[in-house]
């Protein structure tokens, strides 16, 4: 583990190496403890590079065995040599050159899931971002690329299966008991993307025929007896492939395309070129043992992955100061797909969700940097939502700001003047600018600026002039190293609705640009007028969510709940129901905190189970209704000095109003939208379930609910429903014999289903109250606790900070004592995934005082801790500091 403190590097110290790498061959003879690595490098001096520079190679915790230049072994004043660092002196000036550097790694030994590692019995690799100097000397940056041949040699009993990126070259015997297999990439790669896998795994068949008729193999591979949960996996696959050729034109270029699922893993997943690497809870899904969310998963990660061929591989980063290149265009290419595959609007919403519920609170604390940051000491530590979620969102603003066809025209240029390119925003932002003839310059403050911007809107009806007035002002808040920012480009969706319900259409707009019916916020304030408009409208704002904004409009409850009936946006009608139920919430919490009584708006429950009970709307979109805003969303709103048990309670009480009010109408859903026949994980069953399982949430208040619970265990046919039963029981009736013996059961059907037990854990980890943190430390010491799978820890430890507010945020600190014990424990063999919980706290100046200074004096103990690993040390740091 690396424990320096981590060298900053800056965006603006970029220079392309000095050396170019011609071609990659390597060796790997597989050993569990003792891997033999060679890898044979061709290397040419870039022009105008000083002869006497010498080649600087990156290693991460290596051991150097052997190193020849042209096959003549070096002498030792030739180089210098580190586990960290290869240095090589004396090379040709001008010719090619090839260094041949051999190592040798222990695989089972590698509990940091970075490089080569082997897990029950099956050899992997994770190279990004810097995992590929852990297996040998390498210029292990993204803007090396070069094609690979690779060689597989390992026991043939054992390891019957040897698969690496490209296409298949051949294979066959090589020594006694030992075979070998032959791969090629064709395509130039960064390192990163390369990808071994060996080890004796199930494999699920099939083929897709691509657009101009190739056919391509595809092969999923999974544990022996698991092949058919893959079969959901497959046909998202082949859907995804479809999917791009037809909206982005692009086809897929290998002979085959395969996927790996590994149980042991510390992301989600990994798009190697032609061999994905895949964590086995975005694989493995049957009505049995996955929720439709779990399908929900598989298809949008399967279709990431495979996506990320063209942007990402094809088109690569030139520096990880563009991973919003790859990752931010990825993630709003995937949300698209989504889109098209389910519901557009109910998509639109659980983006939004998780927008606000990660992106925002990161864009507001410490850790705020962004989208394309400009400094970082561990790379790793910036996959994060702002890169991610942010990075979308600012792709999806390109969209809307061009129109369908001129952001087509954009992308088309960018993969014919970019394939086989390492490039920057900047090459990204001026595709579009060409295709669009349009200056993108104070637009791309978004890449720039961290920060979510606040815009803060009014509005005035002239009823004798029939105008209407609309006044916007934007500030950006100062974030860590940016004290002062500039006016955004952004860009609102707006209507303007009458009392029947239809859109007004002015006869004319002063004040700035206006497309459609999009409005481009470009300075500090600006006042837009519309004039013939007949009535006063009831203004709708940011419709499907245009720009990522804190919206301050100041909106009457009854042209909120106008939008909500009448918007024919219906991202918008989810949007005014949830203006309606904040503050609400809000002053509910503060009513618990003063001691009086809680009571709601009659116009916000109204509304609500007016949508609820409207068999017109979509039943996911209903489901999303009744879904309150979290903990965490009321938290944000209030500002700071949060109490988490207020708020729980608080949240806990307008639901039971609502539960009292809506009684009837849940009745009725729970009753009426029960699916008879075989389950399907189509969208359109998926919402019912999901419009049913809201409806037993809340008649879960009423008198006899833990019965009604109970029964619903007991009758699920599905794990989507089972969880929901389950998760009521659990939250709502912890301690009772009904939800004992439930949980009880479900361990003893599904204990020999990890994945299955990982819902188990997580949904007693984020059972509400003081016990949640013994019942924890309890969990911990169940055999089936496994501390060294990244999957367990999140969702039992990862489960319980991130989500679990009350149990976790103590008044007496114990579960900020608690989590840094745990991170200390688990930093030292794997930094990654210590880190990413970490994060948890990230919001800990947030809290009232008493709490905020127990978060702070938790955090202090793990900074004082000298052996930290860069990770986690950063973040730490980072959250200290600002």
Request: hydrophobic fraction near 40%; charged fraction near 25%.
């Amino acid at each position: 583990m690396r424990t320096d403190t981590g060298q900053i590097v800056h965006l603006a110290d970029y220079r392309p190496t000095d050396f170019v790498l011609e071609r990659v061959d390597l060796t790997f003879e597989l050993d569990p403890t003792a891997t033999r690595v060679e890898a044979r490098l061709i290397f040419h001096r870039r022009e105008g590079v000083d002869a006497g520079l010498p080649l600087i190679l990156d290693g991460d915790e290596l051991g150097l065995s052997e190193l020849r230049l042209d096959q003549i072994d070096l002498k030792p004043e030739q180089f210098d040599v580190s586990p960290e660092q290869l240095t090589i002196r004396d090379l040709p000036e001008s010719q090619p050159f090839e260094i041949t550097v051999v190592t040798i790694i222990n695989p089972e030994a590698n509990t940091q899931l970075m490089g080569l590692y082997r897990t029950n019995g099956i050899y992997c690799t994770q190279c990004e971002a810097e995992g590929f100097r852990r297996i040998t000397y390498f210029p292990d940056r993204p803007d090396v690329l070069a094609p690979y041949t690779i060689t597989i040699v390992a026991d043939k009993a054992s390891n019957p299966l040897l698969l690496s990126n490209g296409n298949f070259l051949g294979g066959g015997n090589y020594d006694e008991g030992r075979h070998f297999a032959a791969w090629f990439d064709p395509f130039p790669k960064p390192s990163y993307l390369f990808a071994l896998v060996a080890g004796d795994l199930g494999v699920v068949e099939d083929t897709f025929t691509t657009v101009s008729g190739r056919d391509v193999t595809l092969k999923i591979f999974v544990e022996h007896g698991k092949e058919p949960r893959a079969a959901y996996a497959m046909d998202a696959l082949k859907r995804s492939m479809a999917w791009d050729e037809e909206r982005f034109g692009r086809e897929y270029d290998l002979d085959i395309f395969m996927i790996v699922a590994v149980s042991d893993f510390n992301m989600g997943a990994m798009e190697n070129k032609g061999l994905n690497v895949f964590n086995d809870k975005y694989v493995l899904a049957d009505p049995e043992t996955a929720t439709d969310q779990d399908y929900a998963n598989i298809e949008a990660i399967i279709a990431h992955e495979y996506f990320h061929n063209w942007t990402g591989n094809r088109i690569t980063c030139r520096d990880w100061f563009q991973l919003c290149l790859k990752e931010g265009l990825t993630v709003y290419r995937d949300h698209e797909f989504s889109a098209d595959m389910r519901s557009r609007a109910v998509k639109r919403i659980a983006e939004v969700r998780h927008l606000k519920a990660e992106q925002f609170p990161e864009d507001a604390g410490p850790l705020a940097h962004p989208v394309r940051p400009t400094t970082y000491r561990e790379i790793n530590n910036f996959y994060t939502t702002t890169v991610y979620e942010k990075g979308s969102e600012v792709t999806r603003m390109i969209a809307t700001l061009l129109g369908r066809d001129l952001f087509k025209k954009g992308m088309d240029l960018y993969f014919e003047r970019h394939d086989g390119d390492a490039a920057t925003v900047e090459d990204f932002v001026k595709c579009f600018e060409e295709a669009a003839d349009r200056d993108l310059s104070q637009f791309s403050r978004w890449y720039h600026q961290a920060g979510t911007p606040m815009v803060t809107a009014s509005s005035a009806y002239d009823a004798a002039e029939k105008t209407f007035t609309l006044s916007l002002e934007q500030t950006v808040p100062a974030t860590p190293g940016q004290p002062v920012k500039e006016p955004m480009h952004i860009p609102l969706s707006f209507a303007l609705i009458l009392d029947n319900g239809s859109i007004a259409e002015p006869t004319a707009v002063t004040g700035g640009e206006i497309s459609g019916d999009v409005l481009h916020l470009t300075e500090r304030k600006q006042t837009f007028t519309f004039s013939g408009v007949a009535s006063r409208p009831v203004l709708s704002l940011n419709r499907s969510f245009s720009a990522p904004i804190n919206l301050d409009l100041s909106q009457p409850s009854a042209d909120l709940a106008h939008i909500a009936r009448h918007d024919s946006d219906l991202f918008a009608r989810w949007q005014a129901i949830t203006d309606l139920a904040l503050p609400n919430l809000m002053q509910a919490a503060r009513d618990v905190g003063e001691g009086k009584p809680i009571d709601c708006d009659p116009a916000f429950v109204e509304a609500l189970l007016e949508a609820a009970d409207d068999d017109s709307l979509e039943p996911a979109f209903r489901a999303q209704v009744l879904a309150l805003p979290s903990e965490a969303d009321i938290a944000r709103e209030l500002g700071g000095k949060n109490d988490p048990d207020a708020i729980h309670a608080a949240r806990q009480a307008i639901i039971a109003i609502i539960a009292d009010k809506g009684a009837a109408v849940f009745q009725r859903l729970f009753d009426t939208l029960r699916i008879d026949g075989p389950f399907a994980p189509s969208a359109e069953d998926a919402g019912k379930r999901a419009l049913r399982n809201s409806a037993l949430s809340y008649l879960s208040y009423a008198d006899g609910g833990i019965l009604r619970a109970a029964e619903a265990y007991s009758a699920a046919d599905n794990m989507t429903d089972m969880i929901q039963a389950l998760t009521v029981l659990a939250h709502r009736f912890p301690g009772k014999s009904e939800t004992a013996n439930a949980l009880g059961a479900f361990l003893k059907r599904f204990e020999t289903n990890p994945l299955v037990l990982d819902k188990w854990f997580s949904i007693q980890a984020t059972i509400p109250g003081p016990g949640a943190l013994a019942r924890v430390k309890a969990l911990m010491e169940d055999p089936h606790f496994v501390a060294t799978n990244p999957n367990r820890v999140r969702s039992l430890i990862g489960a319980f900070a991130f989500s679990n507010p009350t149990g976790f945020n103590r008044a007496d600190g114990e579960g900020y004592r608690f989590l840094a014990k745990q991170i200390l424990a688990i930093d030292p063999r794997n930094p990654q995934l210590a880190a990413r919980i970490l994060t948890s706290m990230r919001s800990w100046r947030s809290l009232e005082p008493v709490r905020a200074d127990h978060a702070r004096a938790a955090l202090a103990e793990i900074e004082r801790t000298s052996e930290l690993s860069t990770d986690v040390r950063d973040i730490v740091e980072r959250m200290l500091k600002a």
